[in-house]
Nanobody, 122 residues
Framework: VQLQASGGGLVQAGGSLRLSCAAS????????MGWFRQDPGKERVFVTA????????WYSDSVKGRFTISRDSARNTVYLQMNSLKPDDTAVYYC????????????????WGQGTLVTVSQ
């Protein structure tokens, strides 16, 4: 499975960005798609995840109410709509795919995209 993330960039606080993650390859065993973020020198932190069917989602407390994850099954693509962005949201965002049922557990994910940088200025 290959994951291609895109959509990062520079935005002012209060603004919005939408990240995309396109999956290709043998995706039939993937149960969950997720987004994590990482600051330099820190651990990768869970942001949000969605089931293959799109019927269930999970969010970290820090983004709940501001971020929305969704998926387009026909395009094998997952989206992360980020609104009301704050400087604390600045990080490299990674999409990931898991064949397990542990949405917030980074080590349980099998595949990772290359990361896309989101920078939120004051």
């Amino acid at each position: 499975v290959q994951l291609q993330a895109s959509g990062g960039g520079l935005v002012q606080a209060g603004g919005s960005l939408r990240l995309s993650c396109a999956a290709s390859g043998r995706t039939f065993n993937i149960k969950i798609m997720g987004w994590f973020r990482q600051d330099p020198g820190k651990e990768r932190v869970f942001v949000t995840a969605i089931t293959r069917s799109g019927t269930r989602t999970w969010y970290s407390d820090s983004v709940k109410g501001r971020f929305t994850i969704s998926r387009d099954s026909a395009r094998n693509t997952v989206y992360l709509q980020m609104n009301s962005l704050k400087p604390d949201d600045t990080a490299v965002y990674y999409c990931a795919a898991s064949s397990n049922w542990l949405p917030s557990n980074a080590p349980s994910y099998d595949y990772w995209g290359q990361g896309t940088l989101v920078t939120v200025s004051q």
